[in-house]
């Protein structure tokens, strides 16, 4: 089936390390974005890519990196200067002119 | 810049009976593109209905229709024949225009969301 494969689902890291959330689709979406999400928010776009070697900065870029050496995968990195990296991620993927973007099943990040 | 503002945090509904969440947006672009996704406890988002700035009548997926007024700016959902499966957090969204050329539709603006809960 295709789709957006998330993982891990639950994630636990200690306060000043780096962590890797990865995002992989096999649908052959040009794009792919990352969302964080914080309890009763609604999203916020951290980064996006619209082609292989390519991204830009959303709207809360700060503390985040991001990669997209291939098409199917856009790992996001959370940094220790991200101050309050406790958060949903949500990963998601379009055709870049199509209609609706397409969402993984998340990573709920808990930093300790 | 584009907003999205929905006031109800959370709206209660009888099953099989129609809801109606609300939704309005702000922005100076001229083509834009509005959305509902529905995001279960399970945390995926859903998407359900898409409505473009310029399409002259109101989207209609199913028991999803979008009441689309341009105007008003506002984008209300009306989910129809309210079902217990549809209890969970609705959120608005909406998508610039890309002076690239075409729009990128998965570079989105969100709401707060509301929590429907369907009572039955």
């Known amino acids: 089936d295709g789709g957006i494969t998330q993982s891990p689902k639950y994630l636990f890291r200690k306060e000043g390390q780096n962590v890797t959330l990865s995002c992989e689709q096999n649908?052959?979406?040009?794009?792919m974005y990352w969302y964080r999400q914080d309890p009763g928010q609604g999203l916020r776009l951290i980064y996006y890519?619209?082609?292989?070697?390519?991204?830009q900065k959303g709207d809360i870029a700060e503390g985040y990196s991001v990669s997209r050496e291939k098409k199917e995968s856009f790992p996001l990195t959370v940094t220790s200067a991200q101050k309050n990296p406790t958060a949903f991620y949500l990963c998601?993927?379009?055709?870049?002119?199509?209609?609706?973007?397409?969402f993984g099943q998340g990573t709920r990040l808990t930093v300790v | 810049a584009q907003k999205i503002t929905q006031t109800q945090p959370g709206m209660f509904v009888q099953e099989k009976e129609a809801v109606t969440l609300d939704c309005t947006y702000d922005?100076?672009?001229?083509?834009?593109?509005l959305f509902w996704y529905k995001q279960p406890s399970s945390g995926e988002m859903i998407f359900l209905i898409y409505?473009?700035?310029?399409?002259?009548q109101n989207a209609t997926e199913g028991r999803y229709s979008l009441n689309f007024q341009k105007a008003r700016k506002s984008a209300n959902l009306v989910i129809s024949a309210s079902q217990l499966g549809d209890s969970a957090m609705y959120f608005c969204?909406?998508?610039?225009?890309?002076?690239?050329?075409?729009?990128?539709?998965?570079?989105?603006?969100f709401g707060q969301g509301t929590i429907l809960t369907v009572h039955p």
């Open positions: 969204a909406m998508s610039p225009d890309s002076n690239a050329g075409g729009t990128s539709y998965g570079k989105l603006t």
């Open positions: 998601a993927s379009s055709i870049w002119e199509n209609t609706e973007a397409f």
């Open positions: 409505q473009g700035s310029y399409d002259e």
């Open positions: 649908l052959n979406h040009d794009a």
């Open positions: 890519s619209q082609i292989v070697n390519d991204f």
């Open positions: 922005t100076s672009d001229q083509s834009y593109g």
